[in-house]
């Protein structure tokens, strides 16, 4: 979200649009890392194999840091670059928003993925 000094409307109305890209982004590609973490963290064996609280873990702590990482970013870094306090108003719920659609889409489609390949290491982190 790289951006130069906000002062008009337009402007923020492409940030914000931006901004949405990114999250949905964001949550694609923390998801994609948590299955690959989730590969990478190898079987127990043994009857009560366990290794699916690590997967677990992993993606619990995948799925805040992502949220807090963007909020961060956003709130800091890219709020920087606008002036305008309404302005600033309106791109922090567009902030609040995206939180919630990288929280959302992670938890989302994370559950359906799991769902769907129930047998392999990801769709081990449901128990």
Do not use: H
């Amino acid at each position: 979200m790289k951006c130069g000094l906000i002062n008009t409307l337009p402007q923020l109305n492409n940030l914000i649009t931006t901004t949405y890209i990114f999250a949905v982004i964001t949550g694609v590609l923390i998801l994609l890392l948590a299955i690959l973490i989730a590969k990478l963290i190898p079987w127990k064996g043994g009857v009560p194999d366990r290794s699916y609280l690590k997967r677990r873990v992993w993606f619990i702590i995948l799925w805040f840091a992502s949220v807090a990482g963007f909020f961060l970013y956003s709130n800091f870094i890219v709020m920087e670059k606008i002036k305008n306090v309404a302005f600033q108003s309106k791109f922090m719920t567009c902030i609040v928003a995206s939180c919630i659609i990288i929280l959302v889409l992670y938890g989302l489609l994370g559950f359906v993925i799991m769902k769907i390949i129930r047998k392999s290491k990801f769709g081990s982190i449901l128990g």
